[in-house]
């Protein structure tokens, strides 16, 4: 009797279990997986950065990291022949670009996809990523958006608000000019030693005269020299006033003049001590976020550190562009190969580093600067944020100062001429007249030379590929 109860009670369940299956109609088929190509120079900081979050999301997508290392490897000298030569031979899914024109001249070229059209379809949400970017990546695409940039970096005014106080000093504001903030360095106090005596700007390293005068010409958008004409442009009115400007700042002794070598080695408590805005000493300094971890570190580095309560404010700016600034980068910048036949997934990983829950993980820290996303980090350590994102992105396409586009060789040289005579100037051996002649035309020789053996260097590998 038990066994015909328990045989009943068995098909019972049997019969429940094929119902069941039929039920649900034919099993489900597992997610097909895809693979993307992402670029990227160095394979275990992407993962950490962007791949490992990205596939806890996404299992079904197998991320391939095309290791850029190699374009610098590559014999092709010119490196945006070697970068577009990578591109065609590796045929990446996502292409990382930077700022310094090689984003405009992919979109020109119509190698990237239009992200508008993909945006629209998913009704992806972009109102939140810092304005000023989006505008200035479109009209780099003209008019078109063709990547995106999940972080940025920017600089800012930092200020030691008790040194303010202290002295009377009216606190800096949201865009000041290189012009206001040295006249308000030389209103604090210039007496004492080096070691002790307070500063009212001063920059992390470098010659102050040369370091003061690159940041004002920075600021103010001045070249070096025309990529186009292959001319030297430096003997101009404009570069005097910024040498002038710099150089009465110097001669003010206002200024912190970190000196050519700066610290050279110790423990972190010895570099910490050896500059003079983290240990109080100094009233302004412009920085990105970085310094703000600086800070933090410095107060649990340094014995008896004494903390001191500091304010931000947006700046430097050119008098002619007030509400821009030239001290922003971006150069993680992410955009989906035009012919990609992985678009769907490209997609949905620039969707996701570019998200609001992306941006909430990586902000916990500034150690890959601000998150484009806005609103997710609004301090750090109780200090508003809010300063770095007052001022709109002037376009730097230039580079630095030009220089970016001559040979390689060519920095080193110039920079010589330009300590040689810049220091002539300082010990009031040479008028500032003379200086910058002297630098236009040894300058302009240096970089006819340059050209010259770019040139033949490129003669020569050309024979060498035809030989081979």
């Known amino acids: 009797m038990k066994n015909g109860i328990l045989y009943k009670v068995m098909l019972v369940m049997i019969c429940g279990l094929l119902f069941a299956g039929c039920a649900g109609g034919p099993a489900k088929q597992e997610a097909q997986t895809s693979t993307l190509k992402v670029m990227f120079w160095d394979e275990s900081y992407f993962f950490s950065q962007?791949?490992?979050?990205?596939?806890?999301?996404?299992?079904?997508?197998?991320?391939?990291?095309?290791?850029?290392?190699?374009?610098?490897?590559?014999?092709?000298?010119?490196?945006?022949?070697?970068?577009?030569?990578?591109?065609?031979?590796?045929?990446?899914?996502?292409?990382?670009?930077?700022?310094?024109?090689?984003?405009?001249?992919?979109?020109?070229?119509?190698?990237?996809?239009?992200?508008?059209?993909?945006?629209?379809?998913?009704?992806?949400?972009?109102?939140?990523?810092?304005?000023?970017?989006?505008d200035l990546l479109k009209e780099k695409g003209?008019?078109?958006?063709?990547?995106?940039?999940?972080?940025?970096?920017?600089?800012?005014?930092?200020?030691?608000?008790?040194?303010?106080?202290?002295?009377?000093?009216?606190?800096?504001?949201?865009?000041?000019?290189?012009?206001?903030?040295?006249?308000?360095?030389?209103?604090?106090?210039?007496?004492?030693?080096?070691?002790?005596?307070?500063?009212?700007?001063?920059?992390?390293?470098?010659?102050?005269?040369?370091?003061?005068?690159?940041?004002?010409?920075?600021?103010?958008?001045?070249?070096?020299?025309?990529?186009?004409?292959?001319?030297?442009?430096?003997n101009s009115d404009s570069w005097k006033k910024v040498f002038q400007l710099a150089l009465d700042g110097v001669k003010s002794k206002a200024i912190y003049d970190p000196g050519e070598d700066g610290f050279q080695s110790g423990t972190m408590e010895e570099y910490y001590k050896s500059q003079?805005?983290?240990?109080?000493?100094?009233?302004?300094?412009?920085?990105?976020?970085?310094?703000?971890?600086?800070?933090?570190?410095?107060?649990n580095s340094v014995r008896d550190y004494k903390p001191f309560q500091i304010g931000i404010v947006a700046g430097p700016v050119d008098p002619a562009l007030p509400d821009s600034t030239r001290e922003v980068s971006y150069n993680e910048i992410f955009a989906i190969r035009s012919d990609s036949p992985n678009a769907d997934a490209a997609w949905e990983f620039l969707k996701f580093i570019n998200s609001e829950e992306y941006a909430k993980v990586k902000s916990r820290t500034l150690n890959n600067g601000l998150m484009?996303?806005?609103?997710?980090?609004?301090?750090?350590?109780?200090?508003?944020?809010?300063?770095?994102?007052?001022?709109?992105p002037a376009d730097s396409s230039d580079g630095y100062m030009g220089i970016s586009d001559a040979p390689n060789s060519f920095y080193g040289q110039f920079q010589q001429i330009k300590d040689r005579e810049l220091d002539l100037v300082q010990k009031g051996s040479k008028s500032l007249d003379e200086a910058l002649e002297k630098i236009q035309a040894d300058g302009q020789v240096a970089l006819d030379k340059a050209y010259q053996e770019e040139e033949a260097q490129k003669k020569k590998d050309g024979k060498d590929d035809i030989s081979s």
């Open 50 to 134: 962007y791949g490992d979050m990205f596939a806890m999301k996404n299992p079904n997508i197998e991320i391939e990291v095309a290791n850029t290392q190699s374009i610098y490897n590559d014999e092709e000298k010119d490196y945006d022949k070697a970068f577009a030569k990578f591109v065609e031979k590796e045929q990446p899914d996502i292409i990382l670009l930077n700022s310094n024109k090689n984003y405009e001249k992919f979109a020109s070229e119509g190698k990237l996809m239009d992200l508008d059209t993909l945006i629209a379809k998913d009704k992806y949400d972009i109102s939140t990523i810092y304005p000023a970017l989006i």
């Open 142 to 234: 003209g008019g078109k958006l063709y990547g995106l940039a999940s972080s940025f970096n920017v600089n800012a005014i930092y200020y030691n608000a008790d040194l303010f106080a202290k002295y009377g000093v009216e606190p800096p504001h949201d865009g000041m000019t290189w012009q206001e903030i040295i006249d308000t360095a030389r209103r604090f106090p210039t007496d004492g030693d080096k070691d002790s005596r307070i500063y009212g700007y001063g920059p992390r390293y470098g010659k102050a005269f040369d370091e003061l005068a690159s940041s004002i010409a920075m600021t103010q958008g001045l070249q070096v020299l025309n990529p186009d004409t292959k001319k030297m442009t430096i």
């Open 276 to 299: 003079p805005f983290l240990m109080g000493r100094m009233a302004m300094t412009i920085d990105g976020t970085n310094l703000l971890q600086n800070l933090k570190d410095a107060k």
């Open 372 to 392: 484009s996303r806005m609103g997710v980090m609004k301090d750090y350590e109780g200090q508003s944020l809010d300063a770095f994102y007052k001022l709109k």
